[in-house]
């Protein structure tokens, strides 16, 4: 895997690899991640098939993973990446993200996004991008929009969370003529300027 890496004013993207197992479970232990009922976090048991998932991938050309860290000290504080990517349509979903509970409701996750959109609109030339979050998560669903996303509708059982429950997902966009006022705004609102 090609290494990558995107850098931002506090944060770094960097590709996921196995080497990164030890700092991810140490990550998703802040909070217990992998007890949350609406997204699917890494534990010790499950670590190596969410690495070869994303992996695989990777390989088949439809993800780009990353682990979330902090650029002052290279602490890992979670993941994230992009999926569902469709060169010939030109749009790809960001997901996958989840974030340590002690670094939840800080620059960590809106740094993120913004760095990913600015990515996936400006280098990989997207014409949508899109997220979906569980219908019962009201944290993710107020982030998205916060960034300016669009919401699209509810897909009804889109899929089945590991506890076998029967997820309701949201669908959110932003499409290419809606990211520079976006950009605009982030960039003002947290000082994202100069990236």
């Known amino acids: 895997m090609n290494q990558m890496i995107i850098t931002g004013k506090k944060i770094t993207l ?13 990550a998703a232990s802040d909070g217990q991640l992998w007890d949350l009922p609406f997204t699917v976090v890494p534990n010790e048991q499950t ?25 002052e000290s290279g602490l890992i504080v979670g993941s994230t990446r992009f999926w569902k990517i469709d060169p ?25 996004k913004y760095l990913m959109l600015m990515y996936a609109f400006e280098e990989l ?9 569980d219908e019962i998560n009201e944290k993710s669903r107020s982030a998205i929009l916060r960034l300016g996303a669009k919401e699209e509708g509810i897909i009804r059982y889109e899929r089945i969370m590991p506890n076998g429950r029967k997820r309701n997902s949201v669908r959110f966009s932003i499409i290419e003529e809606e990211w520079p006022p976006i950009k605009k705004a982030l960039a003002e609102k947290y000082d994202f300027q100069n990236l």
């Open 125 to 133: 030339k997207c014409i949508r991008v899109q997220f979906t979050t």
């Open 14 to 26: 960097n590709s996921l690899t196995a080497v990164h197992k030890a700092a991810l479970i140490k």
């Open 88 to 112: 010939k349509n030109r749009s790809l979903e960001i997901g996958h993200t989840w974030i340590a509970s002690s670094w939840q409701q800080t620059f960590v996750n809106t740094e993120a």
């Open 47 to 71: 670590i190596d098939d969410y690495i070869a998932t994303a992996l695989n991938g990777y390989t088949d050309g439809t993800v780009l993973p990353f682990v979330i860290a902090i650029k």
